[in-house]
């Protein structure tokens, strides 16, 4: 598999399983070093550090959420880079179901950096920009 398919699957299982509650799944995606950061509109940014402090912060959120999350990723660009670790940058559109109902709830821009040891990507920092609070 090429890198650049590499970083879309390792993308995409990451919102896969968020949207599916997948904590196993989510533990394996993101290095053991791993960070997290968030910025919301006229907030301060929060930043998780280190795999546990980030697998609570999924399990927490999911577990609040009463609709079905989707996470739609798209225009992903590769900067070019050498060395272990990669750096990429997406939108988010996050769309929710509830009651029948399909609403836009927010949509942001990705900002990762994913190691590559040994051929196995892991998410080392993911900074994510929102544009409003989920």
């Known amino acids: 598999m090429a890198l650049r398919e590499r970083i879309e699957d390792l993308v995409n299982r990451y919102s896969l399983a968020y949207d599916t509650s997948d904590l196993d799944e989510m533990g394996r995606i993101f290095s053991d070093d791993a960070v997290f950061r968030m910025r919301l509109p006229d907030a301060d940014p929060v930043e998780f550090a280190g795999k546990a402090a980030i697998m609570e912060l999924m399990a927490g959120a999911m577990g609040s959420q009463s609709d079905q999350r989707r996470h739609i990723n798209s ?3 590769v ?3 050498a060395g272990e670790e990669i750096t990429t940058t ?27 040891r040994d051929g196995v990507l892991t998410l080392r920092e993911l900074d994510l920009e929102l544009d409003r609070p989920y």
């Open 79 to 81: 900067h070019p880079g």
């Open 90 to 116: 997406h939108y988010l559109t996050l769309v929710g179901t509830a009651n029948g109902e399909i609403t836009l709830i927010t949509a942001g821009v990705y900002r990762l950096r994913i190691a590559d």
């Open 75 to 77: 225009n992903l660009i």
